[in-house]
């Protein structure tokens, strides 16, 4: 049994089972799953590098735990998009459940971003919330074009 955590794109934490990678490729939604591990090797954060379409909005939980967990900084944390699956690994390198103590040592380290990264994450979120903004208004749309008739010619009328 492995019990990873599944950070979903909307905010909620599950705690949820997986065997396998593909397990974890099914909790994400997508192909070509990254691995980023903590500064301990401690945590596999799992990922999807191109969320699909609904899926492109920040994960801001599963960053601020990549945040508390790695050497990253506020500017220089990778931003997670979509599902995230937080899970570990054993000696060998294969996927292992998070222990209890690993659960909370997850959240003990949650709490300990700094006013400052915390601030800098804000700022880099807002600022690619607007971008996205700015260019689904930018856009052109496409309007559907209801094809022409076709002009039939008038025949002149007899006096």
Same mark, same amino acid.
């Given at each position: ?54 899926? @492109? &909005?920040?994960? +801001?939980? %599963? /960053? ?10 506020? !500017?220089? $944390? ?51 919330? @607007? &971008?996205?903004? +700015?260019? %689904? /208004? ?10 022409? !008739?076709? $002009? ?8």
């Amino acid at each position: 049994m492995n019990t990873v955590l599944y950070f979903s794109a909307n905010g909620a934490v599950y705690e949820t089972r997986a065997y396998t990678k593909a397990d974890i490729d099914q909790l994400v939604h997508a192909q070509g799953l990254q691995c980023l591990t903590s500064a301990d090797n401690q945590f596999d954060f799992w990922f999807s590098s191109t969320p699909a379409g609904c899926q @492109r &909005r920040i994960n +801001r939980g %599963a /960053t601020e735990i990549l945040l508390s967990t790695t050497s990253f900084n506020g !500017r220089s $944390v990778p931003l997670l998009r979509g599902g995230v699956v937080v899970a570990t690994h054993d000696a060998d390198g294969d996927l292992d459940g998070l222990s209890w103590q690993q659960l909370e040592l997850l959240v003990e380290k949650s709490r300990s971003l700094t006013a400052r990264d915390e601030r800098l994450l804000n700022r880099r979120i807002n600022r690619d919330v @607007r &971008r996205r903004q +700015r260019a %689904a /208004t930018a856009a052109p749309v496409a309007v559907p074009v209801r094809p022409a !008739r076709p $002009v039939r010619p008038r025949t002149p009328a007899l006096t």
